[in-house]
């Protein structure tokens, strides 16, 4: 049985609201909620309004996109201490891709309603809010910048290098969680 | 990337142990081979 977070300490711990004042993490704390998800769950789809903010406290999350013909685009993967789903949270739009748990995860969930008042309230909260998402965009200038200008093994070794930067290394190497039709 | 040349691709990488491809996952062996395929500092 899982233990139930203490959720002070995790925002405490967490590198986005880790530096808050403490009436903001109580704040924080009274406004969110935990919520387990396990491996290969679905945690919102393209599309679904966006209506809360998710901070990893444990497990891997993919973020990605499917075309038509079912071809895979993997985005990203959020790994613990790490938040996703800001997006759709701050522009009110629907969500521009798809959550799934990777392996088991600890998900801590904190709705819009909740999220954006504290957020034009906390200076500092919205300042740490702008450099993920300017972390975002750096890194989808950078993917678009790959696409027309690099080769598809400069680019597929840059995919897997970035990838695996953001994998647990064993003495076998570095596994990156991905199959070659996400990579492709 | 289409998927085709990305899978001939990472099997050329196999062959020369770069990686290994395992199921639901590609294990990165040689990463600084990689790097300076990517043109990074190995």
Not at chain 1, 45 to 74: E, R
Not at chain 1, 146 to 171: E, N, Q
Request: charged content about 25%.
């Amino acid at each position: 049985m899982p233990q139930p977070f203490d959720k002070r300490a995790v925002l405490r711990d967490h590198p986005l609201f880790g530096g808050l004042g403490a009436g903001v993490i109580d704040r924080l704390a009274a406004y969110a909620h935990t919520k387990s998800v396990p491996a290969g769950s679905p945690i919102f789809a393209k599309g679904d309004p966006g209506t809360s903010l998710f901070a990893v406290c444990s497990g891997t999350v993919k973020i990605s996109n499917q075309s038509h013909g079912g071809k895979d685009a993997v985005f990203n993967l959020i790994n613990v201490g790490e938040i996703f789903g800001e997006i759709a949270l701050l522009d009110g739009q629907p969500r521009t891709a798809e959550a799934i748990a990777l392996s088991d995860c600890e998900l801590m969930v904190i709705d819009r309603r909740d999220f954006v008042p504290l957020v034009k309230s906390e200076p500092e909260m919205a300042l740490k809010l702008i450099e993920v998402l300017c972390g975002r965009l750096r890194r989808t200038s950078e993917q678009v910048e790959d696409v027309i200008f690099l080769d598809l093994p400069t680019r597929l070794a840059k995919t897997l290098l970035w990838l695996s930067s953001r994998a647990k290394p064993s003495s076998q190497g570095t596994k990156v969680t991905i199959t070659q039709r996400e990579i492709g | 990337m289409s998927r085709e040349s990305t899978n001939k691709q990472l099997r050329m990488w196999e062959d020369k142990k770069w990686l290994r491809l395992e199921r639901g996952g590609v294990v990165v062996l040689a990463p600084d081979r990689l790097k300076e395929i990517a043109g990074e500092e190995a």
